[in-house]
Each structure stands twice: as C-alpha cells, then as structure tokens.
C-alpha cells in the first residue's frame, strides 16, 4: 500500500499519452468526423457563425476537432494541434454554448481544460513530436 501512494508511480509521461489519446480520439471519432459528414453533405448548412459564414466556421471547426484532434491523438505537432483545439472549444463554450456553460456547454469546457493541460505541459515522451525531435 506505501509503494502505491508513493510518488515514484507517478508517471506524467503515461499520464499525458493517456490524455492525449482519449481527449483527441474522443473528439475526433464523436464530434469531428460528424460535422465532416455535415460539412459534405450538400445539405442546407446551420452552424454557429463566427462571423465568417456558417459554412466556414463548420470547415474551421472539422480543422480543429477533427485533423487538430488526430494530430493531438498521435502527438504530432501537439502544442499547435492543442492551441487550435483550445480557440476551437473556446468558441463552442463561450459563443455557441455561450447562454449555458454549464448546461449544454459543459462538454465542450471538460474538452477546453483538457487541451490546455496538454497545451502548457507538451505531448509527453510517448508521442511523435518525441520521436521526430529526439537528439
């Protein structure tokens, strides 16, 4: 029991695969290839606007959940796959989702906190920006 509430199991490399994994492949698989498949569907297109069209914002938004979130799931230019998903799920929680963080957008917030941990701490030495950067 001492050996498992001791420090030296503590593994932020582990820790950080794991979050990139699950953070960018959850969002990639449930909400970026959705709104791809909207975005190609020659359906009539309503989506938060941003100011750009709703069909540029849909195309911004399946850039970040979807390409930026694989990026993030391989660790492959994870600290600009991390700042696109973070403006990405900025825009969601406080504009789209902006009357009801904590209701509808509360998702979309779990998301933002996530991609700014792995902004500020980097991929990990389990990723490809590890392996593509090695000296």
């Not at 991929?123 to 593509?132: F, H, L, Q, T």
Request: charged share 15%; proline share 1%; with cysteine.
């Amino acid at each position: 029991m001492k050996k498992f509430l001791s420090t030296r199991l503590y593994a932020p490399d582990l820790s950080l695969l794991l979050l990139r994994l699950s953070f960018g492949g959850l969002m990639a698989v449930n909400h970026g290839w959705g709104k791809l498949g909207k975005l190609t569907s020659g359906a009539d297109i309503k989506f938060f606007d941003i100011g750009i069209g709703a069909e540029a914002s849909l195309a911004l938004a399946v850039l970040g959940e979807l390409v930026c979130a694989a990026l993030l799931a391989a660790g492959l230019f994870t600290r600009f796959a991390a700042a696109a998903l973070v403006i990405t799920m900025a825009v969601a929680v406080f504009g789209a989702h902006g009357d009801d963080v904590f209701g509808d957008g509360e998702h979309a917030l779990m998301f933002l906190i996530g991609y700014l941990v792995i902004l500020i701490t980097g991929p990990g030495k389990y990723s490809a920006d590890k392996g593509i950067l090695k000296k």
